[in-house]
């Protein structure tokens, strides 16, 4: 077992792409969930099994080099498969009269609840985690026809450099999962 403490830099850096040119890179593969998790036990990809305890106000990114050794040219980077999110851009209803925001605001956060997925607001934007297959996605937004929002798909690792950690936990690690392809009905409890 290796513990690893300390992020030593990532492979995104000038200097770290220079120095690891030709050296062995063990990979340490990631989920959205894990990568969010600041204590954790995993085996890298080339059966090295490590014990992750970084201070609470680090988190992995996708690059981040875990372990480097001069002497063998080895090094230990984070590998993070980030899914997909849903941006709703709310901008369009800046211009709505209070009442007609509101109320699409609400029906918004309504539907968004409805399917039990995550959301994150920054700004004029709400990120949702892919939870479900794309096309599910689009479909409830389509269906429900916001006035005034407007939505979009992008990479995770394309919006996580505009949220805070906190923030990328809350949106990615509530995702955890394989993605499903469909939507579930809720029965009532009693009939």
Excluded at 120 to 125: A, D, E, R, T
Excluded at 153 to 159: L, Q, T
Aim: charged share 20%.
């Amino acid at each position: 077992m290796r513990l690893l403490e300390s992020i030593v830099g990532n492979i995104n850096q000038p200097e770290w792409a220079e120095r690891l040119a030709g050296a062995t890179v063990d990979v340490l593969a990631l989920d959205q969930w894990e990568a969010q998790k600041n204590r954790f036990r995993k085996p890298t990809r080339g059966g090295v099994e490590v014990a992750i305890s970084l201070d609470r106000s680090n988190h992995l990114q996708n690059g981040d080099i875990l372990a480097w050794d001069e002497t063998t040219r080895t090094a230990i980077v984070a590998e993070i498969d980030l899914k997909d999110v849903l941006i709703v851009d709310l901008s369009g209803l800046t211009g709505l009269p209070s009442e007609e925001m509101l109320r699409t605001a609400v029906e918004l956060g309504h539907a968004l609840g409805n399917q039990h997925w995550p959301a994150v607001m920054k700004g004029l934007h709400v990120y949702v985690p892919l939870t479900v297959d794309r096309t599910v996605m689009a479909s409830v937004m389509r269906t429900h026809a916001f006035p005034g929002i407007t939505y979009s798909f992008a990479p995770g690792a394309e919006v996580i450099p505009y949220l805070a950690p906190h923030e990328a936990r809350r949106l990615f690690g509530g995702a955890e999962g394989p993605i499903h392809r469909q939507t579930h009905e809720h029965k009532h409890p009693h009939g």
